[in-house]
């Protein structure tokens, strides 16, 4: 351990940070409802459409995934388009649809907030507020978020440093609300096959430096349907304490993000074989816990 502390090629400077674990050495835990994220809880999966379309999209969606084991719903309904002539989401249309589905299924929600004059209206049906890739170091909502208790899901910048995603998790902590989940989504590299490149060296190393739970987004870090599976395997292992996955009914008729996001048939067999994967890492949790 020791040789791996001197090893280690990040040091981050300012002392006395509450994101780090030399400050708060015990894992953080995040309770939404009966879902519990990070220490020694079992990996979770939040799964669903990238954009809420419609009532029985997301309600199908919602149905299946939960079926085969998700144990959260996601659904952008305020959606950060390149283009501004592209679907935006329905809004509070969307957030609206993403209730109904909850109190069918039961699942807690995580939604994207963009905007800190939405956060009020977004919270009011979240379970999760997601802040997205795009919007890392967008200061004044991470402090906005920072001023109510809500669970926050706080996607890495596609070009950020470890350094820069802790200082933004660290900005949500210090306004007062430590319910801060971390997500690595992939970072832009000269990656000529796949959108992103998932860095899933980051997991262990978040593990070690901070006591956040870090989940993994395999969709948006691949963009291609067919890496999804074996990278959340990837994830799992390298230490993840969940999965945020883009399941779709008609994947290819998804209005967002078709490429990535996958169907009922390949989130079962997913499921199944994570399933496998955390029996078999119960067996040997001594040999698999890197950090
Ligand atoms: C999303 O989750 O649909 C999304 C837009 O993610 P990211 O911010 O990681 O691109
Ligand atoms: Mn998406």
């Given at each position: 351990?020791?040789n791996f502390e001197q090893q280690w090629s990040i040091d981050i400077p300012l002392d006395g940070l509450q994101v780090l674990r030399r400050e708060h050495p015990e894992d953080t835990i995040i309770q939404i409802g009966d879902v519990r994220i990070g220490g020694e809880c079992e990996p979770?999966?939040?799964?669903?459409?990238?954009?809420?379309?419609?009532?029985?999209?997301?309600?199908?969606?919602?149905?299946?995934?939960?079926?085969?084991?998700?144990?959260?719903?996601?659904?952008?309904?305020?959606?950060?388009?390149?283009?501004?002539?592209?679907?935006?989401?329905?809004?509070?249309?969307?957030?609206?649809?993403?209730?109904?589905?909850?109190?069918?299924?039961?699942?807690?929600?995580?939604?994207?907030?963009?905007?800190?004059?939405?956060?009020?209206?977004?919270?009011?049906?979240?379970?999760?507020?997601?802040?997205?890739?795009?919007?890392?170091?967008?200061f004044p909502l991470l402090k906005t978020v920072g001023g109510i208790q809500k669970p926050v899901l706080l996607k890495r910048g596609m070009a950020a440093t470890l350094e820069e995603f802790l200082l933004s998790a660290e900005y949500i902590l210090s306004e007062g609300n430590p319910n801060?989940?971390?997500?690595?989504?992939?970072?832009?590299?000269?990656?000529?096959?796949?959108?992103?490149?998932?860095?899933?060296?980051?997991?262990?190393?978040?593990?070690?430096?901070?006591?956040?739970?870090?989940?993994?987004?395999?969709?948006?870090?691949?963009?291609?349907?067919?890496?999804?599976?074996?990278?959340?395997?990837?994830?799992?292992?390298?230490?993840?304490?969940?999965?945020?996955?883009?399941?779709?009914?008609?994947?290819?008729?998804?209005?967002?993000?078709?490429?990535?996001?996958?169907?009922?048939?390949?989130?079962?067999?997913?499921?199944?074989?994570?399933?496998?994967?955390?029996?078999?890492?119960?067996?040997?949790?001594?040999?698999?816990?890197?950090?």
């Amino acid at each position: 351990m020791k040789n791996f502390e001197q090893q280690w090629s990040i040091d981050i400077p300012l002392d006395g940070l509450q994101v780090l674990r030399r400050e708060h050495p015990e894992d953080t835990i995040i309770q939404i409802g009966d879902v519990r994220i990070g220490g020694e809880c079992e990996p979770i999966v939040i799964a669903g459409p990238c954009s809420v379309e419609n009532e029985e999209q997301i309600l199908t969606i919602a149905q299946t995934v939960k079926q085969h084991g998700a144990k959260m719903l996601r659904g952008g309904a305020f959606k950060p388009r390149t283009n501004p002539h592209s679907f935006q989401g329905l809004g509070e249309e969307g957030l609206k649809l993403l209730q109904i589905a909850r109190e069918e299924t039961g699942l807690p929600i995580v939604t994207e907030v963009m905007d800190p004059r939405d956060i009020e209206l977004v919270a009011r049906y979240a379970d999760v507020l997601q802040i997205g890739s795009r919007n890392m170091q967008n200061f004044p909502l991470l402090k906005t978020v920072g001023g109510i208790q809500k669970p926050v899901l706080l996607k890495r910048g596609m070009a950020a440093t470890l350094e820069e995603f802790l200082l933004s998790a660290e900005y949500i902590l210090s306004e007062g609300n430590p319910n801060v989940i971390l997500c690595e989504r992939g970072i832009r590299s000269f990656s000529d096959f796949s959108r992103n490149t998932l860095d899933l060296n980051i997991v262990p190393a978040i593990k070690h430096l901070s006591h956040l739970p870090i989940i993994v987004d395999p969709s948006h870090g691949t963009g291609l349907r067919e890496l999804v599976n074996p990278m959340s395997l990837a994830a799992l292992a390298a230490g993840a304490d969940g999965l945020i996955i883009e399941v779709h009914s008609h994947p290819d008729e998804s209005i967002t993000d078709a490429f990535q996001t996958i169907g009922f048939e390949q989130f079962s067999q997913l499921m199944q074989t994570i399933n496998h994967f955390i029996e078999w890492q119960k067996l040997h949790a001594s040999t698999t816990t890197v950090y």
